[in-house]
Every structure is written in structure tokens, then in C-alpha cells.
């Protein structure tokens, strides 16, 4: 074989008058690259299509394989072919050898990339028809022409069951008339459609599947086949449901959850914007549920919740919507009341009695039967306020602890003063947090004399100076520190700091003798390690610890009393003091109180603020007087104004004192100035 380069080279006499008939203009006019060639593969002529090729460089160096043409001139092959392609593997070539008449050979080569492309897209289409996704092809008017196996595999339908039938033969008849009629008016307007259908299986399952419609137009434009393509989605489906369910719906009872409530409330506030009516929001919380989950066990508790649950959806309207935030606390959401504020008001008071009276009604649960009721707050919400949904169920909130506190059982609307006094409590608790961190406490001392008027003691008192110096009284912040915990670095904080107090006080003489007493709050007292700091900072610091006296109250020593008792004998073993503060105020069991280890009991400023007038005030301090001595205990009375309230103590037994007629609360140097004073007059007295 020759290079193609050569194919104009000079050839034999004969064979050249065979080239002439051969290079006529027929065969120039063909499309297909033509070739004549001799033995030995020379070229001996070749038609335009050939030559148009050569000199735009697509043929190889070498046409053909030089042994098939030989055999084919020599006769041992009646034909040769073969096939190539490109070195990227873009195009692909055939070229077929003929014999003429044993002197040369007729070589066609043809271009059959598109043949080729086209057989792997039929290979293709039919892989893909056989896919795992189910298809169908339809004609024109619908009738179904092929389906693959998924296809049969998804609906139960054969092939020679469904073909020449129509798709509706799978309807589910779940959807409506208007739901096809737009499916296919959207077909022909955009050629396709795709969507989450409910179809019918052979048997007669109802199943969901995702679909797509393809419409397949001809050359002309006209719509000749539909093609789909169909999923069976119910297990991905009823996942999806079951995802959704778990993010909106409360698992217990299937009421929606503060989420799905929060998006609801969203929606109802601004459709009560644009319908002008008032909506309300109502907060249940049942009474003592925490007292029936802990007695008869958290199944029954569950019990309760869910047929709490469905008798507060038989009280609603349609449209209305009830949700559990957690535990026992439901909320609903009524919406469309009046556009009058009062008859809103009205209608949502009207369905809280038709909810408080459903939920009053005795409940079975397994074979327990009881009883529970609910408090109620509620909050109207209309359009022009533009309220937020977080606001409005504060709100309802609010309200709800207005009922509570009202005597449970019972429904309050919010009250905006109620949240103004809330709104200051948050406030406070910033800024006593605040406190905490930069330490914005002190001590203040009132000092306890004798019937002499001589110090015997002082009492620490927290005072709390902010920034811009003034005080806050212990009143305001004592109760909040232990509602949310900060008690416990507030007290650690006053117990460092007495015993700091203690070790200044041992370099002088005059204020060495003192005892120093703070106040112990519950919280603190039962902490684990509250003896192991108190002997920690007394070692710390140096003190005798018989200096150091712990205040505790009445309700302290009541609750876990074998516990309190175990704490104040170890810290009583080393020395340490101990005085029931504001003692008759409470309730005081004498089986218990002769078993505390107590040194002292302080008698309250109320029963000493009318003593001198009150006989009913005289009894009772009288009583604890006498309680005292026989339980061999100190006494001392606090709120001490006057002399003749000092004359009258003194008269009944009392000997030590505490009070405005000798001191205010006063900083350290003052109470050091005038223990110093007191000493001094003293000291005149007896040199006179």
C-alpha cells in the first residue's frame, strides 16, 4: 500500500486506461470517498470526495491494510473490511475492499461517526428504558404504547396488560377533575409536568409516586408520543411525613409543638391584619401535675396529658389551634373573634368556662381515678398593635401565673402592669449579676449590748451600693438572689467576708471580744460542702470560731431536719454559734427545737414593736422568754426603738438588745468608733 500522497503517481499503460473509466464524473459526484488501487495496495485513481479528504488531512497514512487488498486480488478473500477510528476517539471510519477484475481492487471509505453515535444513544435509551425508575410511552391520544419493567414492578400491571390502555386505568381517584385538567393544560403550554401524584396499583393500593410528563413533538411541531417517567415514593414519603411530624407535632399527644405554634401565631397575626378582627392566645397549665407525676409514676402523668389533650380539641372551633410547649403546659390560638374589643373578650372568657369546665371533669387513667384543674391566662392580640408572636405568648404566660396566684382553677387576662413589675424583676436580676461580678457589696454592722448598753456582738447586714452609690435595700434583691441561685456566691461571699472582719478585729482590743453573726440562707445551708467551707475560711483566716454565729431561720431547721441537725452539731463540735433568727414567726415544733444545737433565739421586731402596749405581744415574748431559759439558751430581741420597749424586755428577762435606740446598720469604722465610745464612757463611770 502507498501513501496517499501518491495517489496522482504515474502507473502502468494498462492499468491507467482502467483508471480512465474508473475517475469518470459519476463517481466524482458520489458522496462517498472512492479509491481505485493495484497490487500491492498502489493507488491507481481516486474520485473527488477521496481527494477532498486527503488534502484536508482525515486519512491515516496508510488506507488499508496492504494483506487484504493482495487477497483480495488474488482471490483468497471475495471482499475485505475493516474498521478504525480517530486517536481521541471523536470519529470512526469503515473501509471496504472490492475486487474489479483481479488487477485492481475498488476501495470505499466511509465516515460512520453519526452511525456510530447514534447506536450508543439507542444502546443507551434502551439501558435507560430498563432503569429502575418506571416509564411509559404513550401516542398522541394517550394510549399507551411501551412500559418498561419498573414500570410493571411498581404498578402490578404487565405489559400485555396495559398496552392500548389509558393512564387513567391507574387512577387513584384521590384527586380532583381541575387537578388533571391543569396538569395537562401546563403539558401543553410548557411541553411537561412533574409532581407528586396518588395512584392505584393492580391491586388496588393506593401509593404515592413522583411523575414527570414529557410531551415528544415531530418534525412538523405536532405533538406525537408522551413520555413518563414514574417513582414509587412511599417509603421516602412516609420518612418525609415522619421527619415533618417530629419537627411540628408533639410525639405524646400529635398536637402541634411551639414551633408549628410560633408559625401558625405568625399567620393568624397577619391575616387579623387584614380582616380587622381580634385573635386571643390562651395558656393552660394544669394545677399540681408535678405532684400527681411523682405519686402515681409517669405513666399515668402521659395519661393525663393525652386526654387533657383531646378534650381541649373537642372545645375548640374549627380552624382554632391547640399545641403542648412540653410538660403540662398547652396553649391554643383562636382566631376570626370580634372586631370589637369587648365581645372578643367576651368569647375568649366564654371558651375558657367551656375548657375549665371540660377539664374539671374526673379523669380515668389505667385504673387510677382523679382529678385535675388548669389555670388559664389569656392574651387578645389585634391588627393595628402589630404584636409578636414571642410577646403574645409572654403575655399569655403572664396571665397564667395571675390565675395561679389567684387561687388556681381559674382564667385571668394579662395584665401590663404585671409585666411591667416582670420586666423590672429581669432587670434586677441583671444588674445583681452584674453586682456579683464587680462586687458591688458590703457589710454593715448593728451592734448587740447588754442591759448595760455594753457591745456584746454585731450582726453583718448585705447592703448592695451601685455605681452611682446609692444602696439597695436587702429587701428588694434577697428574695429574687434566691429564687435563681446567686444566693450561693452572695453567701459565700458574706461568710468570707465576716471572717476577714473577725481576724481585723483580733488587733484591737475592744473589738476583739465581739461576736460577729450573719445570716444563712436555706439554699446555702444545704449545699454539700457548706460545713467544709465554714471550717476552711475559720482555719483561712485565723478566727476562734466561737466568734463566728450563724443565723438560720425557722424554715430551714423544719425541712430535712436529721440533715440540719448532722451540719450544726459538726460545725457547733468546733466551736462555732448558731441563733434562730426571727423566732415566733414561723412554725416551731419543740421535739425538734430542743434537739438543735442552738446557742441563741432572736426575738422578732414584730412581737417587740407594740410590747409595751400589747398584752398579746407581752404573752408571746413572754413564752419565748421562758422557752429560752429552759432550753438554756440566750436571748436577745431585735427592733428595739425605744427605752420603755428596752425597760419592758429587761423587766420580762430579756438582757440583750438590738436596734435603732443604740445603733442604726452602720460601716465598719463607725461600729468601731462606737464600740471605742461606749467603752470609754464606761470606763468614766466606773473611775467615777
Not at 165 to 182: A, D, N, V
Not at 498 to 507: E, P, R, S, V
Request: glycine share 6%; charged share 25%; with cysteine.
Amino acid at each position: 500500500m502507498i501513501s496517499l500522497a501518491q495517489a496522482r503517481a504515474p502507473v502502468a499503460t494498462a492499468e491507467y486506461e482502467l483508471c480512465e473509466v474508473f475517475s469518470g464524473a459519476t463517481l466524482d459526484a458520489l458522496p462517498e470517498q472512492i479509491a481505485l488501487l493495484g497490487r500491492g495496495g498502489v493507488m491507481l485513481d481516486a474520485n473527488a470526495a477521496w481527494r477532498n479528504a486527503v488534502h484536508a488531512g482525515r486519512h491515516p497514512a496508510e488506507l488499508a491494510h496492504r494483506a487484504g487488498v493482495d487477497a483480495v486480488l488474488s482471490g483468497r478473500m471475495s471482499a475485505y473490511h475493516t474498521e478504525y477510528g480517530s486517536p481521541d476517539g471523536s470519529s470512526h471510519f469503515s473501509v471496504s475492499v472490492l475486487p474489479l477484475d483481479g488487477k485492481a481492487a475498488l476501495a470505499i471509505h466511509r465516515d460512520i461517526t453519526t452511525q456510530r453515535k447514534a447506536e450508543a444513544a439507542l444502546r443507551v435509551a434502551a439501558t435507560a428504558f430498563e432503569a429502575a425508575q418506571g416509564m411509559m410511552v404513550s401516542d398522541a391520544q394517550g394510549h399507551i404504547l411501551h412500559v418498561n419493567q419498573a414500570f410493571t414492578q411498581i404498578t402490578g400491571y404487565s405489559a400485555a396488560e396495559i398496552v392500548g390502555k389509558t393512564p387513567s386505568i391507574l387512577s387513584s381517584g384521590r384527586h380532583t377533575p381541575e387537578f388533571y385538567q391543569h396538569m395537562w393544560q401546563q403539558i401543553a403550554r410548557d411541553g411537561c409536568w412533574e409532581g407528586e401524584i396518588w395512584n392505584r396499583r393492580k391491586d388496588g393500593e393506593i401509593y404515592p409516586e413522583h411523575l414527570s410528563i414529557t410531551a415528544v413533538r415531530d418534525q412538523h411541531g405536532k405533538i406525537s408520543n408522551y413520555v413518563a417517567a414514574l417513582t414509587d415514593i412511599t417509603l421516602s414519603k412516609a420518612a418525609n411525613d415522619e421527619i415533618r411530624s417530629l419537627a411540628f407535632y408533639d410525639p405524646l399527644t400529635q398536637l402541634p409543638n411551639r414551633r408549628l405554634l410560633l408559625d401558625r401565631l405568625r399567620h393568624v397575626v397577619a391575616t387579623s391584619t387584614r380582616h380587622d378582627r381580634y385573635g386571643a392566645l390562651m395558656f393552660i397549665d394544669l394545677d399540681n401535675f408535678k405532684t400527681l407525676n411523682d405519686t402515681m409514676g409517669h405513666n399515668v402523668g402521659d395519661q393525663l396529658l393525652q386526654q387533657v389533650a383531646e378534650r381541649l380539641q373537642c372545645c375548640l372551633r374549627k380552624g382554632d389551634t391547640v399545641a403542648r410547649l412540653g410538660g403540662d403546659e398547652f396553649v391554643v390560638l383562636v382566631e376570626g373573634l370580634s372586631s370589637d374589643a369587648r365581645a372578643a373578650a367576651s368569647e375568649t372568657e366564654a371558651l375558657g368556662s367551656k375548657i375549665l369546665s371540660s377539664l374539671n371533669r374526673p379523669y380515668l387513667l389505667g385504673t387510677h381515678r382523679c382529678r385535675s384543674t388548669p389555670s388559664i391566662g389569656a392574651t387578645l392580640f389585634h391588627c393595628g398593635e402589630s404584636p409578636l408572636p414571642d410577646d403574645l405568648l409572654m403575655q399569655a404566660d403572664i396571665a397564667m401565673y395571675q390565675a395561679k396566684q389567684a387561687g388556681r382553677n381559674g382564667m385571668r387576662f394579662f395584665d401590663r402592669q404585671m409585666q411591667e413589675r416582670i420586666s423590672a424583676r429581669a432587670r434586677l436580676e441583671g444588674d445583681l449579676r452584674q453586682a456579683i461580678e464587680r462586687q458591688q457589696f458590703e457589710l454593715h454592722y448593728q451592734v448587740q449590748v447588754d442591759e448595760l448598753g455594753m457591745a456584746r456582738a454585731a450582726e453583718g447586714l448585705l447592703r448592695w451600693r451601685r455605681e452611682d452609690g446609692s444602696l439597695v435595700s436587702p429587701s428588694e434583691f434577697i428574695g429574687l438572689a434566691e429564687e435563681t441561685g446567686l444566693i450561693l456566691p452572695i453567701g459565700h461571699w458574706v461568710l468570707e467576708t465576716a471572717c476577714a472582719q473577725l481576724q481585723a478585729w483580733q488587733a484591737d482590743e475592744q473589738m476583739e471580744p465581739l461576736i460577729l453573726s450573719v445570716n444563712v440562707s436555706a439554699p446555702q445551708f444545704r449545699q454539700p460542702d457548706f460545713c467544709d467551707e465554714v471550717l476552711r475560711l475559720v482555719k483561712h483566716y485565723g478566727i476562734l470560731p466561737c466568734r463566728l454565729k450563724l443565723e438560720l431561720t425557722e424554715g430551714l431547721l423544719l425541712e430535712m431536719v436529721e440533715e440540719t441537725i448532722v451540719s450544726m452539731r459538726r460545725l457547733r463540735d468546733v466551736g462555732v454559734r448558731f441563733a434562730l433568727d426571727d423566732f415566733g414567726t414561723g412554725y416551731s415544733s419543740l421535739q425538734y427545737l430542743k434537739r438543735l444545737p442552738l446557742n441563741q433565739l432572736k426575738i422578732d421586731q414584730s412581737f417587740v414593736r407594740d410590747l409595751v402596749s400589747d398584752a398579746s405581744d407581752q404573752a408571746i415574748v413572754q413564752t419565748i422568754i421562758a422557752m429560752a431559759a429552759s432550753l438554756q439558751l440566750d436571748v436577745i430581741a431585735e427592733g428595739v426603738e425605744y427605752e420603755a420597749q428596752r425597760d419592758k424586755l429587761e423587766e420580762m428577762g430579756c438582757l440583750r438588745y438590738q436596734g435603732y435606740l443604740f445603733s442604726r446598720p452602720v460601716p465598719e469604722a463607725q461600729l468601731r468608733a462606737w464600740v471605742h465610745a461606749a467603752h470609754a464612757i464606761r470606763q468614766q463611770h466606773c473611775l467615777a
